[in-house]
């Protein structure tokens, strides 16, 4: 239950107006503390429609002694980067094993379907949670045609906005790096794609009957590493064809050139407003303060929550 | 969402003509088979205190490739609507809820190998799970063949 702040309102899926929904900007989390506090957030807060957005790391900026910690599980690499796998993913085909034991890189799998990304502070890391969106019904292609349309279309139209201004001030006029003004950011099979051809996003769903989470990664630049630990998949995308990761996927600053991941946030929250009527917005510090989502203290934290409920599992027998 | 509406018309159409087949009711032995569905698209065919529960053929077109089937462990118990596993098809994990209480008597195993028999034998040899029922008082609030078979229509527009 959120605090005072809250509305109670009762929505239709016949309702035309913008769904309310709560903000979270979760950027200081560890990526595992992300996972389990996402999944949480979707499986007990049911009563609300969440934005989340976020840049995450091995480590957290969390006190061990908050109920949002998962100190206890913190996870140690050479690297700071973990594998993410998805809900089925099976490690032998997804991941050269001796690289990423070699290299000490975490393996989790979470609790949404999907594939398998190598994450660090370089993803941008959004989901969006649906209980009475005007979508029906729930099932992932209309989710996914739902999402490009509806949210992610108007963000990059306004980063190419951010980036058009960001240029003119710079009088970067003799720039030999042709900056294309068109949004060329689409749905493809089941990827958001740049051009139609290269990929920038990796989604992954959960779908229940309290609602939908729909989670992206996007990757402002290109994480090292990807060929050497992550296995081309079986299925795939029939335009990806053979592609390595590092010809098939794009970084957002590559697209984005004058543009940084604080850009990127700011467009972020501008679309959340936009699309959305945005009941209450929150950073990593105010949940620290316990000022919404209080009800995880009882349960005896997130940690007690990721040890006795959580679907996300840190992967030690591989 | 034309495309959509279609597909859910022809396996609204298709899930029926399969349902019929499975509604009958026979005598065996003094045994009755019945079949039951859920709105979210689950099914529980009953024979005497055990019934066999899985996906309808309508959720398993609108969910696409099946890739992973994640199931209980025989002995586990669950309530009526509560998720007992979950189906992963391309980029969704999509929860599947028990249409009645009782004990897990047994899994399907063949679907750890195999989920993709869900997109083709989902209302067949693509079972999940076996309960033992609690209650079986619960089917009176599922629905039968015809009531479903409406369902899907209404959905799919």
Redesign the interface.
């Known amino acids: 239950m959120l605090t005072r702040r809250r509305r109670r309102r009762r929505w239709t899926s016949t309702t035309t107006t913008a769904p309310t929904v709560q903000y979270l900007d979760l950027t200081g989390l560890s990526i595992l503390e992300r996972l389990v506090l996402e999944e949480y957030v979707y499986q007990t807060q049911t009563q609300c429609n969440w934005v989340l957005i976020g840049t995450h790391g091995l480590q957290s900026t969390l006190e061990e002694s908050s109920p949002w910690s998962l100190a206890s599980s913190f996870l140690h690499s050479s690297r700071d980067a973990a594998i993410v796998l998805g809900i089925g993913g099976k490690i032998p085909e997804l991941l050269y094993t001796k690289p990423v034991q070699d290299d000490q890189i975490p393996v989790i799998r979470r609790f949404s379907g999907g594939g398998t990304v190598l994450m660090n502070g370089d993803c941008i890391w959004t989901t969006l949670m649906g209980r009475d969106f005007p979508t029906r019904p729930f099932y992932p292609r209309p989710l996914m045609e739902y999402t490009a349309t509806h949210f992610f279309h108007p963000l990059f139209t306004r980063l190419q906005s951010y980036q058009q201004l960001k240029q003119q001030q710079s009088n970067d006029h003799h720039s030999s790096t042709t900056i294309t003004t068109d949004n060329l950011f689409s749905l493809r099979e089941h990827d958001y794609v740049w051009d139609k051809d290269s990929k920038i996003a990796g989604n992954a769903q959960s779908i229940g009957k309290t609602g939908w989470l729909h989670h992206t990664s996007f990757l402002w630049q290109i994480p090292s590493g990807m060929s050497r630990y992550l296995r081309l998949p079986a299925k795939r995308p029939e335009y990806r064809a053979s592609r390595p990761h590092e010809d098939f996927v794009r970084a957002l600053s590559q697209i984005f050139p004058h543009l940084t991941v604080d850009d990127f946030r700011r467009a972020f929250r501008e679309t959340s407003q936009t699309v959305y009527s945005v009941e209450s917005s929150c950073v990593l510090s105010e949940l620290q303060e316990e000022y919404l989502l209080p009800v995880v203290v009882p349960e005896g934290g997130l940690r007690q929550w990721y040890q006795t409920k959580s679907r996300t599992k840190v992967m030690t027998q591989f | 969402?034309a495309s959509?509406s279609f597909l859910t018309r022809t396996v609204a159409r298709r899930s029926f003509d399969s349902v019929a087949r499975m509604s009958r009711v026979t005598h065996l032995g003094g045994a009755r088979f019945s079949s039951y569905f859920t709105p979210?698209h689950e099914y529980v065919k009953v024979d005497g205190k055990i019934g066999t529960c899985g996906i309808t053929d309508f959720a398993q077109a609108?969910?696409?490739?099946i890739?992973?089937v994640?199931l209980p462990e025989v002995g586990d118990e669950f309530a009526k609507?509560e998720?007992f596993g979950?189906v992963?098809?391309?980029?969704?994990?999509?929860?599947v809820?028990a249409p009645v209480s009782g004990t897990v008597v047994e899994v399907n195993e063949i679907l750890s190998d195999e989920?993709g028999m869900v997109n083709s034998e989902a209302e067949g040899k693509a079972w999940f799970v076996k309960i033992e029922m609690k209650d079986e008082a619960e089917l009176k609030s599922l629905m039968n063949a015809d009531a479903y078979k409406t369902h899907c229509e209404e959905?799919a527009h």
């Open positions: 969402m959509v979210a609108a969910l696409g490739d890739v992973f994640d609507g998720s979950s992963e098809s391309v980029k969704a994990a999509s929860d809820y989920p959905e």
